[in-house]
């Protein structure tokens, strides 16, 4: 937005230091994004100053001088309106109504009978374009020149052309039309809020005025009007007819209400001086509603505790006083201050606060850290598991994602059919409109995002929060999950890679389980559940499910436009983040060599290498560290409906183990596998 130097200069006093004023202007929330011309040059110093949309009290000259003046410490000098004696009634000329009250809370209008229209002079033809807007004409420029030395917005109206030149300010009939300024026919709606004739609509209120009732060469009697809009109906018309103009810019934010009066009398004046004509008195001034000051306390002591430094109870009362803020009460406890109407952002005390750190400097805040006491065992054991959950699956080769908590309903219960997800009231996108039960979707999201650009490989986890419905709200629970799709990296330079399998997935469940010390979960290789979005074994603590590893459905896959296989974990980390610190058991390294025995067995296909697993350790008379399956196979000489498992067993005592010994325990094992099913295809010794 931007600002003329020697404009401003006729409300403040300012050095002649245009970079020292754009710092300045930067240090107290207006940040200076160029500076264009220089002192003495034609048109002068322009200040490109970036106005968030919070400030509408600054988008315009008399706001910033008022920064600047506050700044300095030197008084601002506002505008006289310049009005000449009381001429014809407005009254005898003129009516308002106001239809639509909770719309318009006021409206004011005045009229300047017997103008003369033709072009504007020099000066202000020169500022206006210095600002980047072309001239119009003396009467439409003089209500550009208050928009932008007030920051009130006003519209001048053909009186002549107003039928029984009565305004109505009502909102749109449906499927109303109306010509603007710029030429273009709008279709409206009972959305957009009108100013209007009897006979029809003449302007979009705080948007753009209409062709028909347009200030004209040959327009002698001009309807002057200043009123307050409610923001959000300005900006829902603005936004539904694709439209964008100084006056909605400045109305959806927030106009003035007490701006109204005094921005009429100066425009007022100023159309007279330049057109001629007489200005009509008093000003009709219609209220629909009005707001009571706002008053915001500031405790001295509260704003140095969250400044980090003291400017003082003075120096905080003299920053408030020169931004116009009057000083109510000053007692021993606080300041009691009653908010000017034009700043529409300042609601709380924290925000008086923040008007004082503005003005004190943010530069006199200390740079030094707060003190911080020591938590008892550092951080919090939470979040410390957490940590440890990532980082076994960043070192078993994996890389993190994350997602937004938010998720399409839909593709949730593909995954957590029985959990009804819970809708967002207001959501952005409908894309987004629940909050995520589960983590895969998002997951897949990422994997088609990575396969659709060439990668080769995806290893990608997540360790965030799902939310299912509970009886007094949404309850919150921690998960990790993680996705394995393209081809998985060799386990020695002497192989080759393969295609990412169900091992793979299985593989990274393993090495966060086993990185959750003190944890109940554990793969259940007996409890797989073919078919599901998720198919393979399922992870389980104290018997109840906590998760499941597999190879997601192919269906499912299409959705997310995925064409190969993605294999999956998602494993509830709730009850192992609640429990209590397990204690640690030391145990020094074996003082003794281990002993290594390997067996190939026949085993039926309903029994799983865990229920083996279970058989052996229950049977062996031996301590067994170990049971590692490093071969499989079908075919010739294996019957149908069994496989050839080659496992390593490993004993491990402390004593040293005898032969004798060892083989005691391998025909132990041996007798129960065959109970159990299987049965010796071959035996080998280390």
């Known amino acids: 937005m931007r600002f003329s130097h020697d404009w401003l200069r006729d409300y403040v006093d300012?050095?002649?230091?245009?970079?020292g004023i754009g710092r300045r202007l930067t240090s107290v929330g207006l940040p200076l994004e160029a500076i264009e011309g220089a002192p003495g040059t034609p048109g002068g110093v322009v200040y490109d100053l970036d106005v968030f949309s919070n400030r509408p009290d600054c988008m315009n000259h008399l706001g910033v001088a008022r920064e600047l003046a506050a700044i300095h410490g030197v008084p601002l000098r506002r505008p006289a309106p310049g009005l000449k004696a009381a001429g014809p009634k407005t009254a005898d000329h003129l009516a308002i109504e106001i239809a639509a009250p909770e719309l318009c809370r006021r409206y004011?209008?005045?009229?300047?009978?017997?103008?003369?229209?033709?072009?504007?002079?020099a000066w202000l033809r020169e500022r206006l374009e210095r600002l980047g807007h072309r001239s119009i004409n003396n009467v439409v420029d003089a209500t550009n020149f208050v928009l932008w030395e007030q920051g009130q917005p006003l519209h001048p109206f053909d009186l002549d052309r107003v039928a029984e030149h009565r305004i109505i300010v009502r909102p749109a009939r449906q499927g109303e039309a109306l010509v603007t300024l710029d030429g273009v026919v709008r279709r409206l709606s009972p959305e957009v809020l009108v100013i209007a004739d009897p006979r029809s609509a003449l302007a979009l209120a705080g948007i753009m005025g209409g062709q028909s009732s347009e200030i004209r060469e040959g327009t002698t009697n001009v309807l002057l009007e200043s009123a307050w809009f409610d923001p959000v109906t300005v900006r829902r018309g603005a936004k539904g007819l694709g439209m964008h103009t100084d006056a909605s810019h400045r109305f959806e934010r927030g106009a003035d209400p007490e701006a109204i009066l005094p921005a009429l009398d100066r425009a007022a004046a100023l159309i007279a001086e330049l057109a001629?004509?007489?200005?009509?008195?008093?000003?009709?001034?219609?209220?629909?509603?009005?707001?009571?000051?706002?008053r915001v306390s500031l405790r001295p002591a509260r704003a140095a505790a969250l400044l980090g430094h003291d400017p003082g109870r003075a120096r905080m009362r003299e920053i408030l006083e020169r931004l116009e803020f009057r000083v109510e009460a000053?007692?021993?406890?606080?300041?009691?201050?009653?908010?000017?109407?034009?700043r529409r952002d300042i609601e709380r005390e924290v925000d008086l606060i923040e008007e004082v750190a503005r003005h004190a400097g943010y530069d006199a805040i200390p740079s030094r850290l707060p003190a911080v006491e020591n938590a008892e065992g550092g951080r919090p054991r939470r979040l410390q598991r957490l940590d440890a959950a990532r980082r076994a699956l960043l070192q078993d080769g994996f890389t993190e994602a994350v997602n937004f908590d938010l998720a399409e309903a839909e593709e949730s219960r593909l995954f957590e059919p029985e959990v009804r997800p819970l809708a967002i009231?207001?959501?952005?996108?409908?894309?987004?409109?629940s909050l995520r039960t589960t983590l895969l979707p998002g997951l897949l999201r990422n994997v088609a995002h990575n396969l659709n650009r060439g990668l080769q490989a995806v290893r990608l986890f997540e360790v965030g929060s799902v939310f299912h419905p509970g009886p007094k709200g949404p309850v919150e629970l921690s998960r990790a999950a993680a996705v394995v799709a393209g081809l998985s990296p060799a386990s020695h330079w002497s192989t080759g890679r393969h295609e990412a399998d169900l091992f793979d997935a299985r593989g990274a469940a393993e090495a966060l389980l086993s990185a959750m010390e003190g944890s109940r979960a554990r793969l259940a290789s007996d409890r797989i559940a073919p078919g599901a979005a998720l198919a393979g074994p399922a992870i389980e603590a104290d018997g109840r499910a906590g998760g499941r590893v597999g190879e997601v459905d192919p269906a499912i896959l299409?959705?997310?436009?995925i064409d190969r296989p993605v294999f999956a974990f998602e494993m509830d980390l709730q009850a192992w983040l609640d429990a209590p610190t397990a204690s640690r058991t030391f145990r020094?390294?074996?003082?003794?060599?281990?002993?290594?025995?390997?067996?190939?067995?026949?085993v039926p296909d309903r029994m799983t290498i865990d229920q083996l697993e279970a058989a052996m350790r229950r049977a062996s008379p031996l301590p067994v560290a170990a049971i590692e399956v490093f071969d499989r196979y079908r075919g010739k000489g294996v019957p149908p409906g069994h496989a050839s498992v080659a496992l390593q067993l490993v004993f491990q005592a402390e004593r040293t183990l005898e032969a004798e010994a060892v083989q005691k325990a391998i025909d132990a094992i041996m007798a129960e596998a065959e109970r159990q099913g299987a049965r010796l295809r071959g035996t080998a010794q280390e």
């Open 558 to 561: 299409r959705r997310f436009e």
């Open 330 to 342: 000053d007692t021993s406890e606080s300041l009691v201050a009653v908010v000017p109407s034009f």
């Open 425 to 433: 009231e207001n959501p952005l996108q409908s894309q987004a409109a």
């Open 108 to 121: 004011a209008a005045r009229c300047v009978l017997g103008v003369k229209v033709g072009p504007s002079p």
């Open 588 to 602: 020094p390294l074996p003082r003794v060599p281990s002993v290594r025995r390997d067996l190939a067995l026949v």
């Open 276 to 294: 001629g004509g007489k200005v009509t008195d008093p000003p009709l001034d219609v209220r629909s509603g009005s707001e009571a000051a706002r």
């Open 14 to 19: 300012l050095p002649d230091d245009p970079d």
